[in-house]
């Protein structure tokens, strides 16, 4: 490509063309082609697309495909500057304006607007709401406006930003310039919230599968849980880039030293630190290998590292919706990765609570008990996956994807109708204001001195769920409460109490089938993506090595030079031609101009 060009002559028309020459791709994923035609066409849309499905180039080929200058509303500086960065690297004018730029920069900036040398101008909407930024577009020729993470305008959703709110003014100040607002995850609910604020004036709505085939997912029961955590990553991700999320500040912390003291590069990541420490520790994960962030929910959105290759959660997350978008952001280059969680009764206990506790509006509070309880109902599910995790998002799958716990290792099921009589009995019988371990002890027929004491051991349920062990009657309890029979007493003290669920099953008219706990098994990698990459081969390393020394000249990450996925492709097709080498998927004209002789000579002396 030529060097930048005025953002109203645009050099390429054609998407293909685009498509091939910018991005180095051969065809479009999914709906891209008929999304990308719609707004080109000046028509605006609403496009839901799971994290790594390609959703940037929805609005970077139209803003090059339309005369003017594309202007992209983003919640995160971070996510500003990796795609900036990837964007120049293939060629395209491109800039940020926000509140990270020195002021000679900034004005710099505003002028390459003004004389139409951008193609993108990434900007905050709470940058791009200031009346001198309104005014300084009105005096631009713009392309269109793309608004990014747009479920952050749902004000009871996990990342609500109330400047998305404010977004409906770009229809009254620009109502000819077409808008595309983008999100990975969003339920009907969030959906409608996104239309009613951003897209008033109405637009085509395209919802891609959100199936994440090269993901596997796996939910396990805790037990030591930073010890499982280390286990699985000394097994398959020793090396690798990974996401732990974990509940609290301090866990974090704790769980960061952990994995440090075990060898590994790992940082904790929380709204306590300073702006400063956060984005040294987000620079590391982004331009470094190998390093583990252990965060909280503060961490992630926005972050466009593709070679993620596991997302873990030492805690239960609050909603399918919150599970799926973190989990996403593993596996984006479409190579294999792992989404892996661990949980326990006590976590279950706990969101209760806090749901039992809160102040929200009654609406409120029935909605997100749902929302837990499908998270709960996808955690003890026994059969694939990915039908109840899919479903949330209104979208079908026949199930055995042979890519999670599930599949690999079915569990057991059995009927446990008469153990869950026996539990929610015992739980009546003792006042309902016990927690699980004291429930358990009556069931075992355990005469502990407290049990005396209260005169428990004279019950009618003392000692009659002998026939199990405690562990079993842990997952009995445990499951009761993930379908809804039994909930924490909301004052917090921890008991456990009857619900309304209950009564058909106590009363005989209901049966209950449950999981039968499995014991961990250590997995068989079998790579689900169409190439396999040795880690351990020479050959990847030394491509590796080359492009971690270019990204270290250029300051900036290493998949920006190329994708871990192109690396592969590079070597498994070990072109001899700048020809062959065109002819990779994730060459593009500008990289193949900028990188094509190296790779030669990399590959030459392999």
């Given at each position: 490509?030529?060097?930048?060009?005025?953002?109203?002559?645009?050099?390429?028309?054609?998407?293909?063309?685009?498509?091939?020459?910018?991005?180095?791709?051969?065809?479009?994923?999914?709906?891209?082609?008929?999304?990308?035609?719609?707004?080109?066409?000046?028509?605006?849309?609403?496009?839901?697309?799971?994290?790594?499905?390609?959703?940037?180039?929805?609005?970077?080929?139209?803003?090059?495909?339309?005369?003017?200058?594309?202007?992209?509303?983003?919640?995160?500086?971070?996510?500003?500057?990796?795609?900036?960065?990837?964007?120049?690297?293939?060629?395209?004018?491109?800039?940020?304006?926000?509140?990270?730029?020195?002021?000679?920069?900034?004005?710099?900036?505003?002028?390459?607007?003004?004389?139409?040398?951008?193609?993108?101008?990434?900007?905050?909407?709470?940058?791009?709401?200031?009346?001198?930024?309104?005014?300084?577009?009105?005096?631009?020729?713009?392309?269109?406006?793309?608004?990014?993470?747009?479920?952050?305008?749902?004000?009871?959703?996990?990342?609500?930003?109330?400047?998305?709110?404010?977004?409906?003014?770009?229809?009254?100040?620009?109502?000819?310039?077409?808008?595309?607002?983008?999100?990975?995850?969003?339920?009907?609910?969030?959906?409608?919230?996104?239309?009613?604020?951003?897209?008033?004036?109405?637009?085509?709505?395209?919802?891609?599968?959100?199936?994440?085939?090269?993901?596997?997912?796996?939910?396990?029961?805790?037990n030591n849980a930073r010890a499982q955590l280390?286990?699985?990553?000394?097994?398959?991700?020793?090396?690798?880039?990974?996401?732990?999320?974990?509940?609290?500040?301090?866990?974090?912390?704790?769980?960061?030293?952990?994995?440090?003291?075990?060898?590994?590069?790992?940082?904790?990541?929380?709204?306590?630190?300073?702006?400063?420490?956060?984005?040294?520790?987000?620079?590391?994960?982004?331009?470094?290998?190998?390093?583990?962030?252990?965060?909280?929910?503060?961490?992630?959105?926005?972050?466009?590292?593709?070679?993620?290759?596991?997302?873990?959660?030492?805690?239960?997350?609050?909603?399918?919706?919150?599970?799926?978008?973190?989990?996403?952001?593993?596996g984006r280059d479409g190579l294999p990765a792992?989404a892996w969680m661990v949980y326990s009764l006590?976590?279950?206990?706990?969101?209760?609570?806090?749901?039992?506790?809160?102040?929200?509006?009654?609406?409120?509070?029935?909605?997100?008990?749902?929302?837990?309880?499908?998270?709960?109902?996808?955690?003890?599910?026994?059969?694939?996956?990915?039908?109840?995790?899919?479903?949330?998002?209104?979208?079908?799958?026949?199930?055995?994807?042979?890519?999670?716990?599930?599949?690999?290792?079915?569990?057991?099921?059995?009927?446990?109708?008469?153990?869950?009589?026996?539990?929610?009995?015992?739980?009546?019988?003792?006042?309902?204001?016990?927690?699980?371990?004291?429930?358990?002890?009556?069931?075992?027929?355990?005469?502990?001195?407290?049990?005396?004491?209260?005169?428990?051991?004279?019950?009618?349920?003392?000692?009659?769920?002998?026939?199990?062990?405690?562990?079993?009657?842990?997952?009995?309890?445990?499951?009761?409460?993930?379908?809804?029979?039994?909930?924490?007493?909301?004052?917090?003290?921890?008991?456990?109490?009857?619900?309304?669920?209950?009564?058909?099953?106590?009363?005989?008219?209901?049966?209950?089938?449950?999981?039968?706990?499995?014991?961990?098994?250590?997995?068989?990698?079998?790579?689900?993506?169409?190439?396999?990459?040795?880690?351990?081969?020479?050959?990847?390393?030394?491509?590796?090595?080359?492009?971690?020394?270019?990204?270290?000249?250029?300051?900036?990450?290493?998949?920006?030079?190329?994708?871990?996925?192109?690396?592969?492709?590079?070597?498994?097709?070990?072109?001899?031609?700048?020809?062959?080498?065109?002819?990779?998927?994730?060459?593009?004209?500008?990289?193949?101009?900028?990188?094509?002789?190296?790779?030669?000579?990399?590959?030459?002396?392999?």
């Open positions: 490509m030529p060097s930048l060009t005025p953002a109203t002559e645009p050099v390429f028309r054609h998407s293909e063309a685009l498509l091939k020459d910018v991005f180095g791709y051969d065809c479009f994923r999914g709906r891209q082609r008929e999304i990308i035609e719609t707004v080109a066409a000046g028509d605006n849309a609403l496009v839901l697309m799971p994290t790594g499905g390609g959703k940037s180039l929805c609005y970077q080929i139209p803003a090059l495909m339309r005369p003017g200058t594309g202007i992209v509303v983003s919640p995160l500086i971070a996510l500003m500057r990796d795609q900036v960065e990837a964007l120049k690297a293939n060629g395209v004018a491109a800039a940020v304006l926000n509140s990270s730029l020195d002021a000679q920069t900034r004005r710099q900036t505003e002028q390459d607007l003004l004389e139409g040398r951008l193609q993108l101008l990434y900007i905050a909407p709470e940058g791009l709401l200031r009346e001198s930024t309104l005014d300084l577009l009105r005096r631009c020729r713009l392309a269109l406006f793309a608004i990014d993470e747009a479920h952050c305008v749902s004000q009871w959703g996990h990342d609500f930003r109330p400047e998305y709110l404010q977004l409906g003014a770009l229809r009254e100040r620009f109502p000819e310039v077409p808008r595309i607002a983008l999100t990975a995850t969003a339920d009907d609910r969030t959906r409608a919230e996104i239309s009613r604020h951003l897209l008033p004036d109405g637009g085509q709505t395209f919802i891609a599968s959100f199936d994440r085939p090269n993901i596997r997912y796996r939910v396990g029961l805790k280390l286990s699985f990553i000394d097994r398959e991700h020793r090396g690798h880039s990974g996401i732990v999320y974990c509940f609290s500040r301090k866990k974090t912390e704790q769980t960061a030293a952990f994995l440090y003291q075990n060898g590994l590069t790992a940082l904790p990541y929380h709204a306590g630190l300073s702006a400063d420490e956060r984005q040294a520790r987000q620079d590391r994960f982004i331009g470094e290998d190998g390093v583990v962030i252990c965060a909280t929910i503060a961490f992630g959105m926005g972050i466009d590292k593709p070679d993620v290759r596991f997302v873990a959660h030492l805690d239960l997350p609050r909603s399918v919706e919150a599970y799926y978008q973190e989990t996403g952001r593993a792992d006590a976590d279950i206990v706990q969101i209760r609570q806090m749901q039992a506790n809160s102040s929200a509006p009654e609406t409120q509070q029935r909605l997100e008990r749902e929302r837990l309880e499908a998270l709960l109902a996808y955690c003890e599910h026994a059969g694939c996956r990915r039908p109840p995790l899919l479903s949330y998002f209104d979208e079908d799958h026949s199930g055995t994807c042979g890519n999670c716990d599930n599949c690999l290792h079915p569990p057991e099921t059995w009927d446990a109708t008469e153990a869950a009589r026996k539990a929610l009995s015992c739980v009546y019988r003792t006042g309902q204001r016990f927690g699980a371990g004291h429930v358990i002890d009556v069931l075992l027929g355990n005469a502990t001195e407290r049990i005396a004491s209260l005169g428990h051991d004279r019950l009618s349920t003392f000692g009659i769920g002998a026939d199990l062990d405690r562990k079993a009657w842990q997952s009995v309890l445990r499951q009761l409460l993930a379908l809804g029979h039994l909930q924490p007493d909301p004052a917090g003290h921890g008991g456990l109490q009857l619900t309304e669920r209950c009564r058909p099953l106590l009363k005989g008219e209901q049966h209950v089938e449950l999981r039968r706990d499995a014991i961990p098994v250590r997995r068989k990698r079998a790579f689900g993506s169409r190439i396999e990459i040795d880690t351990e081969s020479p050959d990847w390393q030394a491509l590796r090595q080359w492009r971690l020394e270019i990204a270290q000249e250029q300051g900036v990450p290493p998949y920006v030079i190329f994708h871990d996925a192109t690396l592969a492709a590079i070597l498994e097709a070990r072109p001899q031609t700048r020809d062959e080498l065109s002819q990779v998927t994730g060459v593009g004209q500008h990289k193949l101009d900028k990188y094509g002789t190296d790779v030669l000579n990399v590959l030459a002396g392999l």
